[in-house]
């Protein structure tokens, strides 16, 4: 699913990982922890191309994203991938129900029914034609979660999904996010700060400046 050697990132002369090797199979739950400044965030965006890096390699389902341009990258994405942010990133002009169905529209597939399937899914059955200032935080990023697997990616790249919540709302919106990966056979590679949430993973993979180990 996702293959990642010997990744290293530098900005200027500082480096920020260094030797990053990492596979994540079909299906499997992976969290990424580590202090804050090592280079979490970064990584993820690297695994998506969204970053770029300064040595080693990343293939996504069998694709070296090195060797890709900007138009292959993002049309891989756009197909293969999905993205839940601590800070939601919803559009505040479009209805839920709207934000949601962005994905397919940008593959020219929309499906109101898938939709409406998702919503109902993470718990926001009725809320499609809310606007996202009228929803609390754990219902912004459970609508977050139904974007980001509408389409049903491949890959879901989560980068502190709950940082911003309460425990008890991390806890239903890991529940939200775990239930619908599994349920769509998806990769999961979660960044977190969270104990709680790491610990519901598959693996737990430590990242520092020197490189990333199991743990």
């Given amino acids: 699913m996702l293959q990642v050697r010997h990744l290293a990132k530098r900005y200027l002369d500082t480096p920020v990982f260094s030797d990053v090797s990492l596979d994540v199979a079909p299906g499997e739950f992976v969290a990424i922890v580590g202090e804050s400044g090592v280079g979490k965030s970064t990584l993820l965006n690297c695994m998506a191309g969204l970053d770029s890096w300064d040595e080693g390699s990343v293939q996504l389902k069998g694709q070296d994203l090195g060797v890709l341009g900007d138009d292959g990258r993002a049309l891989l994405r756009r197909r293969h ?107 999961l590679v979660l960044v977190t700060h969270s104990e709680a949430a790491a610990a519901r993973a598959d693996r737990i993979l430590h990242l520092n400046a020197g490189g990333i180990r199991a743990g």
């Fill in 81 to 187: 991938v999905g993205f839940v942010f601590q800070a939601f990133h919803v559009l505040p002009h479009l209805d839920v129900a709207q934000n949601v169905a962005l994905p397919l529209l940008l593959l020219e597939r929309p499906d109101a029914t898938r939709v409406e399937a998702m919503l109902a899914a993470v718990g926001l059955a009725g809320l499609g034609a809310r606007l996202p200032q009228q929803l609390s935080g754990g219902q912004l990023q459970r609508v977050a979660i139904a974007r980001a697997l509408v389409h049903k990616p491949s890959l879901l790249l989560a980068d502190e999904p709950t940082g911003n919540l309460d425990p008890s709302t991390a806890a239903r919106v890991m529940d939200a996010l775990i239930a619908q990966t599994r349920g769509q056979g998806a990769s």
